[in-house]
């Protein structure tokens, strides 16, 4: 079964589960547009979360899931909420959904785990979980080691269920290579960051259509918790303590607060803007629909130019 006829979407897309910007509002209009919205928990509690479902289901018919961050220490909570108000689709990260899939999948919820290498897609698949996400580190926010372009076609052959793209895709083009690597949907973020519905402060978004190829970096790794976010005063500051050796303490100090800083009140200078490497892509502010429609047709067109191409080389060869 295809993903888009499994997750009952149009467009084989889903938004990524950006923390403090995927809410009611970004989720449902990219359900809407045809691909599938998703309402990041990251932070939330119980009652909010049960909000932004509430919400999201005013504002869109179509289907839309949720992404629980498995490190939360309100998981539990979480994990039955998702049953109760009947979502969906449940995708996760930070953490192994063991513990849960079981009772997804009698509640007749898809099970969609982020991953970032060959051997925890694996262990995925054996917990029967429906189609895996194999995000590569050009992706924004927490990060993994591998580049998408090496990982996907790698978790394609090591699993039998559906893999989803994510990590350095924001147009047609992305699509359609993802395509080619074995994949049978993406998943993006970064360029919905630049988007009419996403709720971040307009300096947010301006700073990621402002971002070239080479002005984001990873944080923390010296922590074992990588993030990217693009270059500003306060990632500057932090590569510079993390580099001379600083502690635990003093780095989460100077991070504590900075995504809301950020996305609400627009300070992209001491405030943390996550985004990917893609951004270096986007260049304009448009709507959640003309970034999806056109990303598709995009990649028909790629795709046909890719099969003549192919096509070009087999006339050649046997004229050779």
Not at 35 to 58: N, P, Q, W, Y
């Amino acid at each position: 079964m295809s993903i888009a006829r499994m997750l009952g979407i149009t467009y084989p897309i889903i938004q990524g589960a950006m923390a403090q910007i995927a809410y009611a509002e970004l989720a449902a209009a990219v359900s809407n547009a045809g691909g599938l919205g998703v309402i990041a928990s990251g932070g939330m509690s119980a009652d909010r979360l049960r909000e932004e479902i509430h919400k999201c289901k005013s504002l869109t018919a179509k289907p839309f899931g949720v992404n629980l961050m498995l490190m939360a220490p309100n998981r539990d909570e979480l994990a039955q909420l998702v049953i109760d108000e009947g979502v969906k689709v449940v995708t996760t990260g930070a953490g192994s959904p063991k513990n849960y899939v079981a009772m997804w999948k009698t509640a007749g919820i898809v099970v969609i785990p982020v991953v970032p290498s060959v051997q925890i897609a694996r262990k995925m698949e054996a917990l029967g979980v429906d189609a895996i996400v194999a995000e590569g580190t050009e992706a924004g926010g927490h990060v993994g080691e591998t580049t998408t372009m090496v990982l996907v076609p790698q978790v394609a052959d090591a699993v039998a269920i559906p893999v989803i793209a994510a990590g350095g895709i924001a147009d047609g083009r992305g699509a359609a290579a993802a395509f080619a690597l074995g994949a049978q949907g993406v998943q993006v973020g970064t360029r919905f960051l630049a988007t009419i519905e996403c709720p971040a402060h307009e300096q947010f978004k301006q700073a990621v259509v402002a971002a070239q190829d080479g002005d984001t970096l990873v944080t923390g790794r010296s922590l074992g918790v990588p993030v990217r976010s693009i270059k500003n005063r306060m990632t500057l500051e932090y590569m510079r303590l993390e580099n001379g050796g600083a502690g635990k303490e003093e780095l989460e100090a100077l991070a504590m607060g900075s995504l809301g800083l950020a996305v609400r009140d627009g300070d992209t200078e001491n405030g943390s803007v996550m985004a990917g490497q893609i951004a270096g892509l986007v260049r304009e502010i448009t709507t959640v629909q003309e970034v999806i429609t056109s990303m598709f047709a995009e990649a028909k067109t790629v795709g046909r130019k890719v099969y003549k191409m192919t096509d070009d080389i087999h006339t050649h060869s046997r004229k050779g």
